[in-house]
């Protein structure tokens, strides 16, 4: 028989659950037990009882309870702060089976930059047409998702092809060309983009034709850079199918070198193999070289 010790300064305290853990990220994301119940499909008794066996487990209070309240204590965040990156990892591994094992009816997902993502959306008619009926999911974006985990099917990507793609295909569907756009041929003012001039491409232009010039505001969203431009606010780095486009505004600066870009459809070699990504990445295709003159400002 084991030996149970008496020292009264001697606790023992047992491993915590993942499941434990994963109850707690959710009351703290949802912000109460009742909130966290009803995204796990638990009743809120039951979250309630296992957060107390958490804390039970540690030896240590998560949360001081109010009676319309329910705080983090500092043992709390710090548990919080540790276990996060354990939810982060779930979902990753979540993401990365069903990119083994994916939903044959699942919407076919395509992420891309807010430019290209507003370009496909004028165009999503015809896509739906002749990707029909696989339903296409839009996903605007400047991060790099991860498509080796399932974050989306295809990428449409500029320029730039991501390190490391033994386990990607890749594509070129064509080119995209930018220019600064304004209501008026000889703009006093500039809408410039957030970023430092010396970590974007795009930024270090603008900033070099400001010089001289206001900066009447920093947009980084171009849907709103766009729409500022034409209310008059200043002149706006715009892609050229969207600028030539729109017949109150002027082409300041005409495009080349590095304002015309090539775009890659990029996909996972899982991916390529499933019928309903082909087909959308087949329509993809096909729009871009049809839209060549548009995207490319001839």
């Given at each position: 028989m ?6 009264p300064?001697h ?5 915590p659950s993942?499941?434990?853990l ?8 949802h912000g ?9 499909g638990?009743?809120?008794?039951t979250?309630a009882?296992?957060?107390r ?5 540690l030896?240590i209070?998560?949360?001081q309870r109010?009676p319309?309240?329910l705080?983090?204590t ?27 094992r994916?939903?044959?009816?699942a919407?076919?997902?395509?992420t ?8 496909l959306?004028?165009?999503?008619a015809?896509l ?7 339903e ?5 974006t ?15 990507r ?5 390190e490391?793609?033994d386990d990607?295909?890749t594509?070129?569907v064509g080119q995209i060309a930018?220019a600064?756009?304004a209501?008026?041929?000889?703009p006093?003012?500039?809408?410039a983009?957030p970023?430092?001039?010396?970590l ?7 900033a070099?034709?400001a ?5 009447a ?9 766009y ?17 030539d ?5 002027v082409?300041?600066v005409?495009?080349e070198g590095?304002?015309?870009?090539d775009?890659?459809?990029v996909m996972h070699?899982?991916?390529?193999n499933r ?9 993809l295709?096909t ?12």
């Open positions: 084991a030996h149970l010790s008496h020292d300064f606790l023992a305290f047992s491993e993942w499941d434990d994963r109850i707690f990220l959710a009351v703290v994301a109460s037990m009742n909130g966290a119940a009803k995204a796990l638990q009743s809120q008794p979250v009882r296992r957060v066996t958490l804390e039970e487990a030896g209070d998560l949360f109010g319309n309240n705080d983090l500092e043992a709390g965040r710090a548990i919080l702060e540790a276990a996060s990156p354990m939810g982060e990892a779930a979902a990753i591994v979540a993401r990365t089976a069903a990119a083994f994916p939903d044959p009816d919407p076919v997902r395509v891309a930059t807010s430019s290209v993502a507003l370009f959306s004028l165009h999503a015809e739906h047409g002749a990707a029909a009926p696989v296409i999911a839009y996903i605007p400047r991060r790099r998702l991860d498509l080796a985990s399932g974050e989306a099917d295809i990428a449409l500029m320029r730039v092809l991501p490391g793609t990607l295909v594509r070129k930018f600064i756009y209501t008026t041929e000889n006093d003012a500039v809408i983009p970023e430092d001039p010396t974007s491409r795009q930024a270090a232009y603008v070099e034709f010089q001289g010039r206001t900066v505001a920093r947009i980084g969203d171009m849907p709103i850079r729409q500022a431009a034409k209310a008059g606010l200043g002149a706006a780095f715009l892609p050229c199918w969207l600028g486009s729109d017949p109150d505004l082409q300041v005409k495009p590095d304002l015309i870009e775009v890659f459809l070699r899982r991916s390529r019928p309903n990504v082909a087909r959308v990445a087949n329509a295709a729009l871009f070289k049809r839209s060549q003159k548009a995207l490319t400002g001839g």
